[in-house]
């Protein structure tokens, strides 16, 4: 897929996880799902989160990326987003995940910026638009996570 970087993490953040023994941008490049699709994170925080993916590789049968594609570039940086809003003892899991394609796309990268609509102490909820590199939407998705207690946090 695309070139793989290392996910762009704030060093506290970075700081935070290490003295728990947990390599954040090694745990982002584990050979996950949104690695083998080639999303990027290019900047991370809890209150916004880019990651980019390119469509080669992620289309379907018609030669337009693929929604669910799209999707996971969504739970990936939602899940992100609420990860770091929980902090290093809470796990991000989702609980819903829903997607409007508004338009094909058939080459280049696409890039997803999710932003919090709600950020409480058991859930949380980011709005995620992808666009192309025309800067057109392509899709508008929100996804909302369960923050679970994580007492032993790993890189694995």
């Known amino acids: 897929m695309g070139e793989q970087t290392t996910p762009k993490f704030p060093q506290e953040v970075i700081d935070e996880y290490a ?3 947990v390599d954040l941008p090694a745990l982002f490049s584990a050979g996950h799902l949104g690695e083998r699709m080639g999303v990027t994170i290019t900047e991370a925080s809890a209150d916004r989160v880019v990651g980019t993916m ?3 590789g992620n289309t379907q049968p018609y030669g337009l990326l693929h929604g669910g594609a799209s999707a996971v570039l969504a739970e990936t940086l939602g899940s992100i987003g609420t990860m770091l809003h929980g902090g290093a003892t809470k796990l991000a899991v989702g609980v819903d995940l829903n997607c409007t394609h508004h338009r094909g796309v058939r080459g280049g990268l696409v890039t997803g910026v999710a932003t919090p609509v709600h950020r409480g102490r058991s859930t949380a909820t980011y709005e995620i638009v992808i666009t192309d590199e025309k800067d057109k939407r392509v ?3 929100r ?3 369960l923050l679970r207690d994580n007492p032993q946090p790993t890189a694995g």
């Open 143 to 145: 996804l909302t996570c």
């Open 139 to 141: 899709c508008t998705a």
């Open 19 to 21: 003295a728990l023994g």
């Open 54 to 56: 390119p469509v080669e």
